[in-house]
């Protein structure tokens, strides 16, 4: 068994998909093809097999591994990566000896890793209170066009996930592809509103430069005119389509995290407490690795400023059926998804009592 000095190793898994998308831009070819066939294929069908380990860390163990620096060491990593990372693909992307099929497939890696390292660890970063790691967590985002996230997620989402005025809540019977456009549409006027009532509350315009929202609208700008300018229009749309694949990879991991759980509405008009039972959980070890146990998602909306390494399993969290990469390919074929997912939510409302489907209204 892995000792606690030693534990925070495993999450050097994490590494594998930005230092292997480095290797494909030099190498090209079929080369580039690995991050996509491990997020896709190999780590789904490894967590068909592998079972999920639902065990917790002693109040000992939590408390060692909270003082041990490497963890947040290793989230400060991904970020001279990840700005690799997107030097090598701007520089790259638009040779003219580049073939289509690598094109394509550099554009798809970086939206790969624009979403499980620019937004994933950028929302992971976002939770923390400290100047230092509020800038990594936003810079993270930029590198995804998506700084208005820092925002909703943390004064929105978490406030009002399993409720009908959350747009990274998806509702019963609502297909990925719906979801998608609402979410995302949704959650860029969310968070202008969002900002503006902050404001609002110090007295002050919501047009004033002390908007949050038209700093990150600036700084992104400032990141697109930069792109045109220096390595021209075509490098430009690439990487906007890589920029909006891992959005749009981010926006399926908030519909298969929330799908269908509503939150009880009370006789005095308020909503339920967020509890476990409002978010999907999934123990599938592989994928918890990879994506800084994001996957264990219901204690993260339970105290969201617990860092990931001491994120718990608890009983009363609805469980995937597997891992975040297969569900995503799961939720690609609506009325497959429907066919799985229906049932066990229908087992989950009978066993939680503040648990109820996820409305259009």
């Known amino acids: 068994m892995m000792t606690s000095n030693w534990r925070w190793l495993k999450y050097l898994v994490a590494l594998v998909i930005p230092l292997h998308t480095i290797y494909g831009f030099y190498a090209g070819g079929w080369f580039l093809l690995f991050p996509l066939f491990l997020s896709f294929l190999l780590i789904p069908l490894l967590e068909l097999l592998i079972p999920p380990d639902s065990s917790n860390m002693n109040a ?3 408390e060692l591994e909270e003082r041990n620096p490497m963890y947040d060491g290793l989230l400060y990593l991904l970020l001279p990566l990840q700005i690799f990372n997107l030097f090598l693909f701007l520089n790259q992307v638009g040779d003219s000896e580049v073939s289509n099929f690598d094109r394509i497939v550099m554009i798809s890696c970086m939206g790969l890793n624009c979403g499980i390292i620019g937004i994933n660890v950028g929302h992971e970063l976002g939770h923390r209170t400290n100047t230092f790691e509020v800038i990594l967590a936003k810079t993270f985002l930029l590198s995804s066009l998506y700084m208005h996230f820092y925002i909703e997620h943390n ?6 996930v399993g409720t009908r005025i959350d747009p990274a809540s998806a509702r019963y019977g609502e297909n990925l592809y719906f ?3 609402r979410s995302i549409v949704q959650s860029f006027f969310s968070a202008w509103m969002l900002e503006s009532k902050r404001l609002k509350k110090v007295k002050k ?10 700093h990150f609208s600036f700084i992104q700008l400032l990141l697109l005119l930069a792109i045109y300018f220096f390595f021209g229009k075509m490098v430009l749309l690439y990487f906007m389509m890589a920029a909006l694949l891992g959005i749009s990879l981010l926006e399926s991991v908030n519909y298969i995290e929330h799908y269908g759980l509503g939150r009880k509405k009370m006789e005095d008009g308020t909503f339920a407490k967020v ?7 999934s123990n599938h070890v592989l994928g918890r690795l990879a994506l800084f146990e994001l996957s264990r998602h219901s204690d993260h909306h ?4 617990k860092k990931y390494q001491l994120l718990n399993h608890h009983d009363a969290s609805p469980q995937m059926p597997t891992g975040y990469p297969g569900m995503i390919i ?11 997912m229906h049932p066990i939510i229908e087992n989950e409302i009978k066993r939680l009592p503040t648990l109820v489907k996820a409305r259009y209204s």
Do not use: E
């Open 155 to 160: 004064r929105g989402h978490h406030k009002r």
């Open 275 to 281: 509890k476990h039972c409002h978010s999907w959980n």
């Open 60 to 62: 000992l163990q939590l």
């Open 330 to 340: 799961l939720a690609l074929i609506p009325p497959l998804w429907f066919k799985v």
């Open 179 to 181: 979801f998608l456009m």
């Open 302 to 305: 339970d105290k969201a400023s």
């Open 205 to 214: 315009s919501s047009l004033s430069f002390s908007n949050q929202m038209m």
